[in-house]
């Protein structure tokens, strides 16, 4: 019991010994409880659940109960009697842990098999722990599974997995699976204090929180950090020195990252980026911690029944979108810059101004940090990447960028939501969103349809209306991007995708050339109106396709790519 000179790992120390000890996860246990106290524990028990969670921990504390001889009338065992001693001292000869990493294979399994009949030792039931039990190999489960069956009335088998999905059929059948969930911040909270007030060690709460939040869900882990700090530091445990030790971000750097990403920034974005690299931050890490950011924010205002800002919608999708696998070239850093760029041309015309839009808790001059470079610096990154998703294709951006900035005209459509990706329209609730939506009452149902079919017409020959507008090169690209919408006595109303919002600008200043033009096409004077609209949500042209759709197309595929990530915890 005495643990010697060795330094003994936290979590090992302070592993629950009694349900009682067991932190969250009330529903497993009361469940397990109950089985005990009824005398009705099944043969084969599965123990599901994210890593460091504790699994093995309740496998040995049910293997206590079922073999504890002063067990409490609420199921828990003793602790103390010789059963639950030996089980706690890892000497019980009945109590037998495989790694199934290690053991997968037939023969291990055969070994196993032929011991089972054999009557237990030192114990009342023999019990299996099985950890990482979905490595075990198809063959090892075919051994197993008549055990499984018809198992000595003796044995017990305990299965532990991170991924049940991996476990044959046959054998999710014959087994009583137990879902452990990812503990709380405020579980995971309360046992590191309980940990630190043990150990008389003075303690910095928000580094207690920062280390819960970064442990995400997982008890082991929270403790294993915390086992670093105390064993590095003599003194109080701070913040700064969790974010030393894991390569964290501070909250100021994360705040105006977000600020600068949000608000269309990227120079000042991009600063940031250098500083945190040169404090050897690891961008990984920083990119969790932004995102997280992002989440509390939403969730905040969901929880408060505030709209969320479509732009913060829009940032938190690009972020979770990056791929920290990808290495080289087109890396975590070039990611990361592509979102501020990405974000900066969307977020032109958010009606929200960036710093309202941001992590509540920001102090009121926090955005002054981010303004240092502006948007010139924002090209260098940009170029050496051709194959990448750049932001703004075929029309000359490069003024249309510079005008933007104030939410031109229209103030109906004023708000542009979150980009072209399908995905938002679910999540995202966009109250003000005033743009037609053809799905419903669209086109067909046009409140005034031009009686001589002038919408039909545009629609089917808008190759040509795109050749006589487009006869001024300069005109041609912004036209070939945009479609007739719907058609109001002499008024024709022409959409641009909505995630270009810079556009409005440039038909607006070309909009002589416009109403020439189309009117030529229709035999009459025409007025035009412009609007933002979710290309794909609305009908597409007959003849479809020309070449801005095609490169918009293979910009969204690409996106839609990238968007193909693990989950960030
Ligand atoms: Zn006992």
């Given at each position: 019991m005495t643990e010697g000179t060795a330094h003994q790992a936290l979590y090992r120390r302070w592993r629950a010994q009694t349900f009682s000890e067991i932190v969250g996860q009330e529903a497993v246990v009361q469940t397990l409880r109950n089985a005990v106290v009824t005398g009705r524990v099944a043969h084969a028990i599965l123990f599901t659940g994210p890593?460091?969670?504790g699994k093995t921990s309740l496998a040995r504390i049910l293997a206590k109960a079922v073999n504890c001889?002063?067990?409490?009338?609420?199921?828990?065992?003793?602790?103390?009697c010789p059963s639950c001693v030996a089980i706690r001292d890892g000497r019980a000869m009945d109590l037998v842990e495989i790694d199934a990493a290690s053991n997968r294979g037939i023969d291990n399994i055969r070994d196993l098999r032929e011991r089972l009949a054999y009557a237990p030792q030192d114990l009342r039931r023999k019990v299996y722990i099985l950890d990482e039990a979905h490595q075990i190999t198809k063959d090892g489960w075919n051994a197993l599974l008549k055990s499984l069956e018809e198992p000595p009335e003796f044995v017990t088998f305990m299965f532990a997995s991170t991924h049940p999905q991996d476990f044959p059929p046959a054998i999710l059948s014959r087994v009583q699976r137990f879902d452990v969930r990812r503990l709380t911040v405020a579980e995971i909270t309360g046992k590191l204090e309980m940990i630190l007030a043990a150990d008389g060690r003075e303690v910095d709460p928000e580094a207690v929180r920062l280390i819960a939040r970064l442990a995400a869900g997982g008890m082991r882990d929270a403790e294993s950090i915390l086992d670093q700090l105390l064993s590095s530091t003599a003194g109080p445990i701070t913040a700064e020195a969790v974010r030393d030790l894991l390569g964290l971000a501070d909250t100021e750097s994360v705040r105006n990252f977000l600020v600068a990403l949000v608000g269309g920034d990227p120079g000042g974005g991009i600063s940031i980026l250098d500083g945190l690299e040169e404090r050897g931050r690891d961008l990984r890490v920083f990119l969790d911690q932004a995102v997280e950011s992002l989440r509390e924010r939403m969730l905040a205002d969901v929880g408060q029944g505030r709209p969320v800002e479509p732009v913060v919608v829009a940032a938190a999708r690009r972020l979770a979108a990056i791929d920290t696998a990808r290495l080289g070239a087109g890396g975590l850093r070039l990611q990361l810059e592509l979102a501020l760029l990405d974000t900066a041309v969307s977020s032109a015309v958010s009606a929200a101004p960036p710093s309202a839009v941001l992590p509540r808790p920001m102090a009121p001059g926090a955005t002054s940090a981010s303004a240092s470079t502006p948007a010139p610096a924002a090209a260098r990154p940009a170029d050496p990447a051709p194959a990448a998703p750049t932001p703004t294709p075929p029309v000359d951006p490069a003024p249309a960028i510079a005008v933007e900035s104030h939410p031109s005209g229209a103030p109906e459509l004023a708000r542009a939501s979150s980009r072209g990706h399908p995905a938002p329209s679910a999540t995202v609730p966009e109250p003000r969103s005033a743009l037609p939506s053809p799905a419903a009452p669209g086109p067909k149902s046009d409140p005034a349809p031009a009686p001589s079919g002038d919408l039909e017409r545009l629609r089917d020959g808008w190759r040509d209306v795109i050749a006589i507008i487009g006869a001024n090169p300069a005109v041609k690209p912004l036209i070939s991007d945009c479609r007739p919408m719907a058609v109001e006595g002499n008024t024709v109303t022409i959409a641009f995708p909505?995630?270009?919002?810079f556009y409005r600008e440039n038909l607006e200043r070309r909009r002589t050339a416009l109403e020439a033009g189309l009117g030529q096409f229709l035999g009459h004077t025409v007025g035009v109106r412009c609007v933002a609209a979710n290309f794909e949500l609305i009908p597409q042209l007959p003849s479809a396709v020309d070449e801005a759709r095609i490169l918009e197309e293979a910009h969204r595929i690409f996106a839609d790519d990238l968007a193909d990530i693990p989950e960030i915890t």
């Open positions: 890593r460091g969670t001889t002063d067990l409490a009338p609420n199921g828990d065992p003793c602790d103390r909505e995630e270009k919002p």
